[in-house]
């Protein structure tokens, strides 16, 4: 139980250009998700928490205009990357928080890797 | 602010070789702690957790004791094995407050046979 999909799993797109990634808890609601970015070699940081039905918390130096997170329902976060740059590349992962964290720890998707050109 | 830290890699070891990765941690409450793989390409899976001071935490033969005098949770395996190349990320999170996770910077392994 407690599984988290993530769409898609790689997307390759052009400087400019706005990339939407999906994140979604399968088989349990997800009041809360995290939403993580990691460059190569380097560990995760966290850049924002998504609670449904409200605004996103995001953490100092995260850009909200750029990485628009929306948490319309308790199974779905999405973050999309504005007017994307090579900067942007990277690994952005999604971690859903449940009642169940206690036995599953946080669940975390496989990853979506953003290149842009 | 809470913080892990883990020992820098990369890590080389022989197939069979014993493994530890050390792991200590700075949290004003009493989180809970973790160990995630992350595979190459992959996204992060959980490895094994402790939830309060003196548990262990076992999966897939390694292991991992929540030492809260020290501020430590070492990863430990006895014999390593090629699948076993990876990146072992420590964790923290207090989840009785629904907290976020912090991670450690990761530490490489590579199992050579």
């Known amino acids: 139980g407690a599984v988290v999909s993530q769409h898609p799993s790689w997307v390759i797109c052009k400087s400019g250009t706005s990339v939407k990634i999906e994140c979604r808890s399968l088989d349990f609601q997800a009041t809360t998700m995290f939403w993580y970015r990691q460059f190569p070699k380097q560990s995760l940081m966290l850049m924002a928490t998504?609670?449904?039905?409200?605004?996103?918390?995001?953490e100092q130096g995260v850009e909200k205009d750029k990485f628009l997170i929306n948490h319309a329902s308790l199974t779905l976060s999405t973050l999309t990357v504005t007017s994307a740059h090579p900067e942007d590349s990277s690994f952005y992962i999604c971690s859903a928080q449940t009642s169940l964290i206690e036995r599953y720890g946080y669940t975390f998707g496989s990853g979506t890797r953003l290149t842009v050109v | 602010g809470d913080s892990v830290t883990q020992m820098e890699g990369p890590v080389t070891l022989s197939e069979e070789a014993f493994l530890t990765i050390n792991c200590t941690y700075t949290a004003t409450g009493y989180p809970s702690l973790f160990w995630y793989v992350q595979y190459p390409g992959e996204g992060l899976q959980l490895l094994l957790k402790?939830?309060?001071?003196?548990d262990k935490g076992s999966n897939k033969g390694f292991e991992a004791t929540y030492r809260k005098e020290t501020t430590s949770f070492h990863l430990e395996k006895g014999s390593v094995q090629v699948s076993d190349s990876a990146v072992y990320f420590c964790a923290l999170s207090d989840l009785g407050s629904y907290d976020k996770v912090i991670f450690g910077p990761g530490t490489s392994l590579s199992v050579i046979p």
């Open positions: 998504s609670n449904e039905g409200s605004k996103a918390t995001y």
């Open positions: 402790a939830t309060k001071a003196d």
